[in-house]
């Protein structure tokens, strides 16, 4: 992965951005054809797409509850079947 590719904030990504750049990050690493170095460089640039995108997910889950708590539903409860 180049400089260039690493270039955009993890925190200006949206979660597609992040997600599909650590897949990118973890098929580099598997692949195991990266200097040491720059394997330490996507290690960290991985645990950032990681953390970033458990928080966007985390954001969403929190949305969706307010969504069904508006909607009357039980916070965390699921539709009945047919409804």
Do not use: N, W
Request: contains cysteine; glycine residues 8%.
């Amino acid at each position: 992965m180049t400089d260039e590719a690493m270039g955009k904030p993890v925190e200006k990504m949206s979660f597609e951005e992040a997600m599909a750049e650590l897949e990118q990050v973890v098929g580099q690493l598997e692949r195991g054809d990266v200097p040491l170095e720059e394997s330490i460089k996507l290690y960290e640039r991985g645990a950032e797409l990681k953390a970033h995108c458990e928080t966007k997910l985390k954001s969403a889950e929190e949305k969706v509850e307010q969504i069904r708590v508006a909607e009357g539903r039980a916070a965390g409860a699921t539709p009945a079947e047919g409804l």
